[in-house]
């Protein structure tokens, strides 16, 4: 089994940074995948970035695209979530997901979840 933990959530205002963290356990060393999705009150969960723990792919969502960057440290089993000029729609709680296969899978769908992060950006 693997257990994700989120870290690193908080308020800023618009235009501002915030850096999320997760850290992986268990059964580490088969993730394959590791990534962010997001969910804001009343609206359907949205898949943020993922990234492949071997190799160099890496998807964003076209919405985060030029504004986040997902990078990892795999000596640490962590993944990182720098996201830089927030907007208030980007206001929501971030889960950490993983997965042990990369193939044909959205991060939405990724099996180990976190507790989430609540990321709040006022305007």
Same mark, same amino acid.
């Not at 800023?12 to 969910?39: E, H, N, P």
């Not at 986040?68 to 990182?80: G, L």
């Given at each position: 089994?693997?257990?994700?933990?989120?870290?690193? &959530? &908080?308020?800023?205002?618009?235009?501002?940074?915030?850096?999320?963290?997760? *850290?992986?356990?268990?059964?580490?060393?088969?993730?394959?995948? %590791? &990534?962010?999705? =997001?969910?804001?009150?009343?609206?359907?969960?949205?898949?943020?970035?993922?990234?492949? %723990?071997?190799? @160099?792919?890496?998807?964003? *969502? @076209?919405?985060?695209? @030029?504004?986040?960057?997902?990078? =990892?440290?795999?000596?640490?089993?962590?993944?990182?979530?720098? %996201?830089?000029?927030?907007?208030?729609?980007?206001?929501?709680?971030?889960?950490?997901? *993983?997965?042990?296969?990369?193939?044909?899978?959205?991060?939405?769908?990724?099996?180990? =979840?976190?507790?989430?992060?609540?990321?709040?950006?006022?305007?």
């Amino acid at each position: 089994q693997v257990q994700v933990v989120e870290s690193g &959530g &908080g308020s800023v205002q618009s235009g501002g940074s915030l850096r999320l963290s997760c *850290a992986a356990s268990g059964d580490t060393a088969s993730i394959k995948c %590791m &990534g962010w999705f =997001r969910q804001a009150p009343g609206k359907q969960r949205e898949g943020v970035a993922n990234i492949h %723990m071997a190799g @160099d792919t890496i998807l964003y *969502a @076209d919405s985060v695209k @030029d504004r986040f960057i997902i990078s =990892r440290d795999t000596a640490k089993n962590t993944v990182y979530l720098q %996201m830089n000029s927030l907007k208030p729609e980007d206001s929501a709680k971030y889960y950490c997901a *993983a997965d042990q296969i990369c193939w044909n899978r959205r991060v939405v769908t990724f099996p180990f =979840r976190g507790q989430g992060t609540q990321v709040t950006v006022s305007a």
